[in-house]
Each structure stands twice: as C-alpha cells, then as structure tokens.
C-alpha cells in the first residue's frame, strides 16, 4: 500500500447493526462476506444498505477478490489492482 501512497493508519472493525441504516452501500470481497452481511440485515429494522460483491463491478469480470493475507507481495498486488478497478467502476456507475 505504502508503493501506492496508500495510507494505512485505520483500525479495521466489526460490522454494526448501524452500518445497515447509515450505509447505502456494502461491498464484499467473496461470497462468504456476502451471505453474512445478508443475514445480518436481515436482523436490522429499516435495513438500507444495498450488499454487494465489489467484484461484481470488475471490468474485467473476476467476480471474487481473493484474500492476498497468506500470499506473496504479487498476490497483494493483484488484489489492489483489482479493488481499483471495482472501485473505479462503482463510482463510474449511476447510483
């Protein structure tokens, strides 16, 4: 991340019964996240958020982002760049 100027000084969390009403949007890296963020809102009132996989907005169609945390720096690698192009192309897309 430090290559990309990416910076690296947050504190990752759980997910709260919050999240579901403050977010519009909740994008998961592979189908494990998804089916527990989807069962998770179903126990929340007034649930907004829209649960997605982030890779279903690759362009170049890898619907899953592989978790690089027992990979190489290749492996780190290829997951950023497939979480730009997601990210790129979610942002790009009318909401």
Partial sequence: MKKHGVPMNHVARQVTKEDFVTFDYMLCMDESNLRDLTRKSHQVNNSKAKIELLGSYDPQ?????EDPYYGNESDFETV??????????????AH
């Fill in 80 to 93: 950023y760049q497939q979480c730009l192009r997601c990210c790129r192309a979610f942002l790009e897309k």
């Fill in 61 to 65: 169609k890898q619907l899953i982002i």
